[in-house]
């Protein structure tokens, strides 16, 4: 097979972009909105947390990076009536005890930078490289979470005349696939055209009921105990000690190799092949049987993913905010390691339609009664599809798009390649381990891909 390692020490890669600041504005709505407090779900309150992007651009001599950034500001500036939370402050309701946005008008941050550097000679933008941090905004920890902006933008301006687009969010504003609605809908207004969407921000749809009624057992959530605080960021801890990390491209080739090792297995018919099952199940073994200083058939792995309930609660596909939820598949290292692949794409299958209407308002309804997170050994995080790179801003599309990556020995990041971000047949898999758990997982990722 044709899967492609970039290793942890990569030459040619730029990791200090040797950016300066010149000028940072806050951009408030261009007339007052109303002054309120909007209600965050229970998915919502435990993702406090900021999540970071970069979008990058090619040179376009009719939109110079200064032209850019004044039609950013006004779309923005635009972009705040009806995201009128965008411009307002996390606030904890001191009668509630529940996270909410004090929408306020406050405003969001603008910042102006320049690289010393061309985008051409940075190379490598698939590379997660710790230097594109320097492309977005810190999110001003050390100022009062009330006074700290939900959104921050960054444009950083290359030598060549290509820039880079850099956005900083409060990951309770936004999931991905209500984030990249709002890029189009930015696009479309720094086009001086109509939104592409008109967002739903009545969060209410994904309220608990009252009272609450949790229906199932969610072994995928672990409850915190009473008097201790969740950590931060929610999911899971950061790793302690040195990674290992590698990107594994795999290409279309590739995942049609594993569709047709799982359909050429015993038939199993609530396995559906897709190309992100497979790859889960793919990656869930190898992160499985790598795991731990020594192997023990008998210790039970969980692998988390999300899924998205809109459609499963019938609510506007337009919703804004976090519609997402853990959907899990456990099984045996024994089972893992000697089961055909196609049932591990069944568990996965599985783990996904668990989910109904019903499934998901249980979980809902969980975090009205208890303070907890997802629980499991990894969380496979997938921006392989949400077509940030797609995106059609007047001076074009991004040449590429990703999130700023801190390697996380528990997070399993899937992403599109740059040859073609469109193309949903091709992906990279980013894996951060230990040494000699790397070691392993490289050896399974291979051995298992022939």
């Given amino acids: 097979m044709g899967t492609t390692l970039y290793q942890t020490k990569t030459p040619n890669i730029i990791q200090d972009l040797k950016v300066t600041i010149h000028d940072t504005i806050t951009i408030i709505p261009p007339h007052p909105t109303e002054n309120r407090s909007m209600f965050l779900s229970n998915i919502d309150q435990v993702l406090n947390f900021n999540v970071e992007t970069v979008h990058f651009f090619v040179s376009n001599p009719q939109f110079p990076p200064e032209l850019v950034a004044e039609k950013l500001k006004s779309a923005l500036s635009k972009a705040l009536v009806p995201y009128d939370f965008l411009a307002g402050r996390l606030r904890l309701n001191p009668d509630s005890k529940r996270l909410e946005f004090d929408c306020n008008g406050a405003g969001v941050q603008f910042v102006v930078g320049s690289s010393e550097f061309e985008l051409g000679e940075i190379v490598d933008l698939v590379y997660p490289n710790p230097g594109f941090r320097q492309l977005v905004q810190k999110s001003y920890d050390d100022v009062a979470m009330h006074d700290r902006p939900l959104c921050i933008f960054q444009l950083t301006s290359f030598k060549c005349g290509g820039f880079a687009i ?227 801003y007047p001076w074009g599309k991004p040449r590429y798009s990703c999130p700023v990556v801190f390697h996380r020995k528990d997070i399993i990041l899937l992403f599109p390649d740059i040859v073609g971000a469109s193309n949903d047949n091709e992906v990279n898999v980013l894996v951060a381990l230990p040494s000699k758990e790397m070691e392993k997982f490289e050896a399974l990722f291979h051995k298992l891909l022939a």
């Fill in 166 to 392: 850099g956005v900083a969010t409060n990951h309770a504003t936004f999931d991905g696939l209500s984030f990249k609605k709002f890029l189009e809908n930015l696009a479309s207004l720094a086009a001086d055209k109509p939104l592409a969407t008109v967002p739903c921000n009545d969060r209410h749809l994904l309220a608990a009921r009252s009272p609450p009624q949790i229906q199932f057992d969610h072994p995928e959530l672990l409850k915190i105990p009473a008097g201790v605080d969740l950590p931060n960021p929610t999911v899971f801890d950061s790793p302690e000690g040195q990674l290992d990390f590698k990107i594994f491209n795999l290409t279309s080739n590739d995942i049609a190799h594993l569709k047709k090792k799982a359909k050429d297995g015993p038939y199993s018919p609530n396995a559906k092949i897709t190309g992100f099952n497979v790859v889960a199940a793919h990656v869930w073994r190898c992160k499985a049987l790598s795991s731990g200083s020594e192997y023990d058939p008998e210790r039970v792995s969980t692998v988390l993913y999300a899924v998205d309930i809109r459609s499963r609660l019938n609510i506007p596909s337009s919703l804004v905010g976090n519609a997402v939820l853990s959907a899990y598949a456990s099984a045996h290292c024994k089972e893992i390691e000697e089961a055909p692949l196609v049932k591990l794409v069944e568990l996965v299958t599985e783990g996904a339609k668990r989910i109904t209407a019903e499934y998901a308002q249980s979980v809902i309804d969980w975090g009205e009664v208890n303070k907890g997170f997802p629980n499991g050994e990894f969380l496979i995080s997938s921006w392989w599809r949400l077509g940030f790179a797609d995106v059609a």
